[in-house]
């Protein structure tokens, strides 16, 4: 099973960026779909963004499209969330999930994750 840590999350003003990163366990990293999710207070986890096995596949919220770049290095066993023109509204706990299985291209829902980071804080200051 792949275990994966997130990092690079922090306080930052409005308009400001981050780079968050998700760093994964395990020899077969490069094989699974991932994806990016967020729980703001008080709200449900949501999805933020995904991406393909070979990075040849995106996909994102209707509300960080535009403003996040999702990819991955599948040597350094990574991926990374480049979110810009950050809002107050961003402010949330940011998880990476690794799909449960190979057949799964983008991690899109809770129900297709097999494996959660313990998550990176977000806080966007107005």
Do not use: H
Not at 49 to 57: L, Q, V
Not at 65 to 70: A, Y
Not at 76 to 104: F, G, H, R, W
């Amino acid at each position: 099973q792949v275990q994966v840590v997130e990092s690079g999350g922090g306080l930052v003003q409005a308009g400001g960026s981050l780079r968050l990163s998700c760093t994964a366990s395990g020899r077969t990293f490069g094989n699974y779909g991932m994806g990016w999710f967020r729980r703001a207070p008080g709200k449900e986890r949501e999805f933020v963004a995904g991406i393909t096995w070979n990075g040849g596949t995106t996909a994102y919220a209707d509300s960080v499209k535009g403003r996040s770049t999702i990819s991955r290095d599948n040597v350094k066993n990574t991926m990374y969330l480049q979110m810009n023109s950050l809002v107050p509204e961003d402010t949330a706990v940011y998880y990476c999930a690794v799909a449960k299985n190979i057949m799964i291209a983008i991690v899109r829902s809770s129900e297709e994750a097999g494996s959660w980071g313990q998550g990176t804080q977000v806080t966007v200051s107005s």
